[in-house]
């Protein structure tokens, strides 16, 4: 990519000055028809050209830590103990095991990731455009097609897997919902169940965990709220009537939202951890951490870890932080616990890393490993899917909403 | 926010970001005030457009929103700002919509004229402009079963009215279409056409982001164009590196066109003088 991005600045280059030393004549206004000639080189393109990591997930018993890539669309597997060994430490980027990456394998934006230690399976939410779910055997690599796709709704974000229930649960951000398959779905197929409705409080949910041992689920909720848009019998479509409070956008609060693993419909959730002693701030994965009976959060917002007990509820500060210059958490998207090892796992979005630390690690501590997907320091313009941008005429500068 | 001279892979030089600007994903809308040195952004999932400082960084909260049951907003897809009416103009995907509201309007507040029927062919609205000198609305539209182009209204239209004029169909090359400027002081209309693949069906063909068929293009037409016309001028091929451009930006002082692509995740700068010849005295 570097080389293609020089020589696009190169080829930029020569065309200005060819176009110089012709004195080309611009077109004149609305007189000709005749295309100016298309194929034309950016002068400058700014991309990555490494992968980002969003989702994590990690399956101790086979060894392996997962990171979803929106990026470059690709998954990648890497040794869960060697990650501590090789160059990482001393800036260089990480070797994956494996990388799944290529047009047969319908990744694109994809966001949350799961893995399933027994069948050895990797699940990915398409988040965007494709609307799917990925599911590759631990075993691909490269340019290979999925064991099985399956179709989800528009922005699915997050996943979690019961093997008691045998299902999979989706988040789903514009629907406000929760939807759960049976594991084994291909394809198009209806959801068991779901959740959705004014008492679930479901607003933009991101991450979500499937706490087997207690019977529940956890999800990390962002608050933006636009009302159901009322169906009116051919389609989706406004109502117009200004008096229904439910048509009006909102933006709400952050929360921690756990529901009974069970729940479905317009359900109140058990607890709801919400408030400014929290210091939700963009929460993004969630994870159970049953060593510590704890609920660990990736708090992209502040770029910290918050810990909070699994029965905490209400406006109630974290039992804990993970946050600081020593921690090298930056903008996490992901977060994973290897209860095996007491180890959590933090996919960084913000410097190209993923990042292993003590699970009751606190305060502003060092991880016990690192992953990269590039060299330190490499600067990342943190574009996922951008769709529009603007020129700031006074600052010089070209803005792009994310 | 990039340097305008930024290259390779650098990194942004400030960010608006947290809960506390009220952003949120799925902003597919920005507009820049250069009179009045403002930010405008639409939020999709909140049904809100928000207005920064455009000297903003890190979590700071936008000076004003506009959000509520009277705004009629449902699902703001996209802004842009008419500097010379004082208003800000919002585009909606879901609602099929264009909205006028006062630059400087502020909470659950009605707006000024509203665009919406059958009468407009608006569908999935992705992207609004004025151009003040000729008092036009340019709208871009994406249908499945309606017509996908640009739309052109007057810019004082309210209510259930048919456009002025339609760009759209084969010749046009426009499939998919995302962002518009205007250049209106050479009557100048820059779209992104994005024409990417969205199947939303299992059953369709692979909507692989690697290998369109039908990669898209920044398409620039007249301001009077109507019907069925190709692009005046055009960027596009694979020394482009454009597949599926998104956004389109316009620096007229230094004669460059700007895109976002959405499958390289990149944003493009080109040079492009014979877009931005010197006005005719």
């Given at each position: 990519m570097i080389k293609k991005l020089a020589a696009a600045c190169a080829l930029g280059f020569v065309l200005l000055a060819t176009l110089a030393t012709l004195g080309r004549a611009a077109p004149q206004e609305s007189k000709s028809s005749k295309p100016a000639p298309e194929d034309i080189p950016p002068i400058r393109m700014i991309a990555d050209p490494y992968p980002a990591f969003n989702g994590i997930a990690v399956d101790a018993a086979n060894g392996v830590?997962?990171?979803?890539?929106?990026?470059?669309?690709?998954?990648?597997?890497?040794?869960?103990?060697?990650?501590?060994?090789?160059?990482?430490?001393?800036?260089?980027?990480?070797?994956?095991?494996?990388?799944?990456?290529?047009?047969?394998?319908?990744?694109?934006?994809?966001?949350?990731?799961?893995?399933?230690?027994?069948?050895?399976?990797?699940?990915?939410?398409?988040?965007?455009?494709?609307?799917?779910?990925?599911?590759?055997?631990?075993?691909?690599?490269?340019?290979?097609?999925?064991?099985?796709?399956?179709?989800?709704?528009?922005?699915?974000?997050?996943?979690?897997?019961?093997?008691?229930?045998?299902?999979?649960?989706?988040?789903?951000?514009?629907?406000?919902?929760?939807?759960?398959?049976?594991?084994?779905?291909?394809?198009?197929?209806?959801?068991?169940?779901?959740?959705?409705?004014?008492?679930?409080?479901?607003?933009?949910?991101?991450?979500?965990?499937?706490?087997e041992s207690h019977n529940e689920i956890g999800v990390a909720n962002h608050g933006n709220f636009r009302g159901v848009v009322k169906n009116t019998g051919?389609?989706?479509?406004?109502?117009?009537?200004?008096?229904?409070?439910?048509?009006?956008?909102?933006?709400?609060?952050?929360?921690?939202?756990?529901?009974?693993?069970?729940?479905?419909?317009?359900?109140?959730?058990?607890?709801?951890?919400?408030?400014?002693r929290t210091g939700l701030d963009w929460p993004m994965g969630i994870a159970y951490d049953p060593q510590h009976d704890a609920i660990v959060v990736a708090n992209n917002g502040d770029s910290s870890i918050l810990i909070f007990g699994r029965t905490s509820n209400g406006d109630v500060a974290p039992l804990g932080v993970i946050r600081g210059d020593r921690t090298g958490i930056s903008h996490p998207m992901g977060i994973a616990v290897d209860a095996q090892n007491g180890e959590m796992w933090v996919s960084n979005w913000g410097d190209h890393s993923a990042l292993a630390f003590a699970s009751g690690a606190r305060g502003n501590v060092a991880p016990k490993r690192i992953i990269r997907s590039a060299p330190a320091g490499m600067p990342t313009p943190g574009f996922g899917n951008p769709m529009a941008l603007a020129y700031d005429s006074k600052r010089d500068e070209l803005l792009v909403p994310n | 926010m990039f340097?305008?001279?930024?290259?390779?892979n650098d990194g942004p030089v400030r960010v608006i970001?947290?809960?506390?600007?009220?952003?949120?994903?799925?902003?597919?809308?920005?507009?820049y005030d250069s009179v009045?040195?403002?930010?405008?952004?639409?939020?999709?999932l909140a049904g809100a457009v928000l207005v920064f400082r455009a000297?903003?960084?890190?979590?700071?909260?936008?000076?004003?929103?506009?959000?509520?049951?009277?705004?009629?907003?449902?699902?703001?897809?996209?802004?842009?700002?008419?500097?010379?009416?004082?208003?800000?103009?919002?585009?909606?995907?879901?609602?099929?919509?264009?909205?006028?509201?006062?630059?400087?309007?502020?909470?659950?507040?009605?707006?000024?004229?509203?665009?919406?029927?059958?009468?407009?062919?608006?569908?999935?609205?992705?992207?609004?402009?004025?151009?003040?000198?000729?008092?036009?609305?340019?709208?871009?539209?994406?249908?499945?079963?309606?017509?996908?182009?640009?739309?052109?209204?007057?810019?004082?239209?309210n209510g259930d009215v048919a456009p002025r004029a339609i760009i759209a169909g084969p010749k046009s090359g426009i499939i998919r279409i995302r962002q518009v400027e205007v250049d209106p002081e050479r009557g100048k209309i820059f779209v992104a056409v994005k024409n990417n693949v969205e199947s939303y069906k299992f059953a369709?063909?692979?909507?692989?982001?690697?290998?369109?068929?039908?990669?898209?293009?920044?398409?620039?037409?007249?301001?009077?164009?109507?019907?069925?016309?190709?692009?005046?001028?055009?960027?596009?091929?694979?020394?482009?590196?454009?597949?599926?451009?998104?956004?389109?930006?316009?620096?007229?002082?230094?004669?460059?066109?700007?895109?976002?692509d959405s499958v390289s995740n990149g944003m493009h700068s080109y040079y492009m003088p014979e877009f931005f010849p010197a006005k005719k005295q």
């Open positions: 830590v997962a990171m979803s890539d929106p990026n470059r669309k690709s998954l990648l597997l890497y040794d869960r103990a060697r990650a501590s060994q090789g160059g990482a430490s001393r800036g260089e980027a990480s070797l994956p095991m494996r990388q799944i990456v290529g047009p047969d394998t319908f990744l694109g934006m994809i966001a949350g990731i799961i893995l399933d230690p027994r069948r050895q399976e990797i699940y990915t939410a398409n988040n965007d455009i494709e609307d799917t779910v990925v599911v590759m055997p631990y075993g691909a690599s490269g340019n290979v097609k999925p064991a099985r796709v399956f179709s989800v709704p528009h922005q699915a974000w997050g996943l979690a897997l019961s093997d008691v229930a045998d299902q999979i649960a989706v988040t789903v951000e514009v629907q406000n919902t929760i939807v759960f398959y049976r594991r084994q779905v291909k394809g198009v197929e209806a959801p068991v169940r779901i959740i959705r409705g004014p008492d679930s409080g479901l607003a933009d949910p991101h991450g979500i965990y499937w706490d051919g389609g989706c479509a406004p109502s117009f009537v200004v008096e229904d409070d439910a048509e009006a956008g909102e933006s709400r609060p952050p929360s921690i939202r756990i529901f009974a693993a069970g729940a479905k419909d317009d359900v109140r959730p058990l607890r709801v951890i919400q408030g400014a | 340097a305008r001279l930024a290259n390779g970001e947290g809960q506390g600007t009220k952003l949120s994903r799925t902003m597919h809308g920005i507009a009045h040195d403002e930010i405008i952004v639409p939020v999709h000297g903003a960084t890190g979590e700071e909260a936008p000076i004003r929103i506009i959000q509520g049951p009277h705004t009629h907003i449902l699902r703001p897809e996209t802004v842009n700002v008419d500097v010379k009416n004082n208003e800000i103009v919002v585009g909606e995907d879901v609602g099929q919509d264009v909205m006028f509201f006062p630059r400087e309007a502020k909470g659950d507040v009605a707006p000024l004229r509203m665009i919406r029927g059958p009468k407009t062919g608006l569908d999935e609205v992705r992207g609004v402009t004025v151009d003040p000198v000729r008092n036009l609305l340019v709208v871009s539209s994406r249908s499945g079963k309606g017509t996908t182009g640009v739309f052109i209204f007057n810019r004082t239209d369709d063909a692979s909507p692989s982001p690697w290998s369109s068929d039908k990669p898209g293009f920044i398409g620039v037409w007249d301001i009077n164009d109507n019907g069925d016309v190709p692009p005046r001028g055009v960027i596009k091929g694979p020394a482009s590196e454009m597949v599926w451009p998104a956004g389109v930006a316009l620096d007229p002082g230094d004669r460059e066109v700007y895109t976002i």
